[in-house]
C-alpha cells in the first residue's frame, strides 16, 4: 500500500503549493485522504487531477465551487464522447453490413 500513496506536506513541498489546498480539495470532496500513523496521504492516482486543480487555483484564480463546477462539466463531456464513439462504432458496422 506504502507505494500507491505520496505524503500530503511533501508533495507540497515540490509542487509549491499550500496543504491547506488540499485540505479545501477534501473538504470539497475532490480528492481523498488516508491517515497512517500520523502522516496524511494523497492516492497516486489522484495527482494527476490535484495537479489540474491546482492550476485552476493558483494560476487561473477559480474558486473551489468553480473547479467542482468544471470537474462535473468535464466528466459530462468525457461521457458524451464515449457515447459519440460508440454510436460511431455502430454506425460503421452498419454501413459494412451494406
Same mark, same amino acid.
Given at each position: +500500500?506504502?507505494? %500507491?500513496?505520496?505524503?500530503?506536506?511533501?508533495?507540497?513541498?515540490?509542487?509549491?503549493?499550500?496543504?491547506?489546498?488540499?485540505?479545501?480539495?477534501?473538504?470539497?470532496?475532490?480528492? %481523498?485522504?488516508?491517515?497512517?500513523?500520523?502522516?496524511?496521504?494523497?492516492?497516486?492516482?489522484?495527482?494527476?487531477?490535484?495537479?489540474?486543480?491546482?492550476? +485552476?487555483?493558483?494560476?487561473?484564480?477559480?474558486?473551489?465551487?468553480?473547479? %467542482?463546477?468544471?470537474?462535473?462539466?468535464?466528466?459530462?463531456?468525457?461521457?458524451?464522447?464515449?457515447?459519440?464513439?460508440?454510436?460511431?462504432?455502430?454506425?460503421?458496422?452498419? %454501413?459494412?453490413?451494406?
Amino acid at each position: +500500500m506504502q507505494n %500507491d500513496l505520496i505524503i500530503i506536506s511533501d508533495y507540497c513541498d515540490k509542487c509549491h503549493i499550500e496543504p491547506s489546498f488540499i485540505d479545501l480539495l477534501q473538504e470539497s470532496g475532490l480528492v %481523498d485522504i488516508q491517515s497512517e500513523g500520523g502522516e496524511r496521504y494523497l492516492l497516486f492516482s489522484q495527482l494527476p487531477d490535484v495537479e489540474r486543480y491546482s492550476r +485552476m487555483y493558483y494560476d487561473l484564480s477559480i474558486n473551489m465551487e468553480g473547479i %467542482d463546477a468544471i470537474r462535473h462539466l468535464l466528466e459530462k463531456i468525457n461521457v458524451m464522447q464515449k457515447e459519440i464513439d460508440d454510436l460511431h462504432a455502430r454506425l460503421r458496422l452498419y %454501413d459494412d453490413m451494406f
